[in-house]
């Protein structure tokens, strides 16, 4: 059974870099045909897929995130990490990683709270 866990800073102030890391237990991030995925839910909104690293190491962003977003993984550690650039206070969220392509996901993380204040 596949666990997904992400790990990084709570509270992140503005303009800064947010990283947050995905450690992967029960599959491989290198597994054929897999997609790892970064998603996030802002307070009271829905929730908003941000990117992807398959298991070739490509990635794919969001249109509305591209500029700001890369997502880079390391293997030896089956971990894949987010990076968004120039947070403001609309990036605060709960952001999850999961596993799966820009719409289906079929493992997650149980979620981790983003705060972007000064």
């Known amino acids: 059974q596949v666990q997904l866990q992400e790990s990084g800073p709570g509270l992140v102030k503005p303009s800064q870099t947010l990283s947050l890391t995905c450690t992967v237990s029960?599959?491989?991030?290198?597994?054929?045909?897999?997609?790892w995925s970064w998603i996030r839910q802002p307070p009271g909104k829905g929730l908003e897929w941000i990117g992807y690293?398959?298991?070739?190491?490509?990635?794919r962003y969001s249109p509305s995130l591209k500029i700001r977003t890369s997502i880079s993984r390391d293997t030896s550690k089956n971990q894949f990490t987010l990076h968004l650039s120039s947070v403001t206070p609309e990036d605060t969220a709960v952001y999850y990683c999961?596993?799966?392509?820009?719409?289906?996901?079929?493992?997650w993380g149980q979620g981790t709270q983003v705060t972007v204040s000064s």
């Open positions: 029960g599959d491989s991030i290198r597994t054929n045909y897999s997609y």
């Open positions: 690293i398959s298991f070739s190491g490509s990635t």
């Open positions: 999961a596993r799966g392509d820009y719409k289906d996901f079929d493992s």
